[in-house]
């Protein structure tokens, strides 16, 4: 019964910003990590970037100065703001999680629906 809600996405210019975030919900005992990957189309899903719940972080080489992740260990949420957008950030990007459901031993994953970000004048 766990879900992640993904809100934030939709059109920006070249050179905006967007600030896309994602809240997991449900009966959660811990998350390891959560973070936001993209996919273009006839392109593979690609890393975007991930963060624990420690506060590590990894980002894909291609949006690194550009884009930043954080989160709420509180409200068991991630955020990604995007900075400086290009045309080729146009993408699905998708929330992802790694985390343990409630009275359950091991880590599953889980995936949002994914949100639309268009970059385009």
């Known amino acids: 019964q766990v879900q992640l809600v993904e809100s934030g996405g939709g059109l920006a210019q070249p050179g905006g910003s967007l600030r896309l975030s994602c809240a997991a919900s449900?009966?959660?005992?811990?998350?390891?990590?959560m973070g936001w990957y993209r996919q273009a189309p006839g392109k593979q899903r690609e890393l975007v970037a991930t963060?624990?719940?420690?506060?590590?972080?990894n980002t894909a080489e291609s949006v690194k100065g550009r884009f930043t992740i954080s989160g709420d260990n509180a409200k068991n949420t991630v955020y990604l703001q995007m900075n400086s957008l290009k045309r080729e950030d146009t993408a699905v990007y998708y929330c992802h999680a790694e985390l343990r459901r409630s009275g359950i031993s091991y880590y599953t994953h889980y995936w949002g629906q994914g949100t639309q970000v268009t970059v385009s004048s």
């Open positions: 963060v624990t719940s420690g506060g590590r972080t």
């Open positions: 449900g009966r959660i005992f811990s998350i390891n990590d």
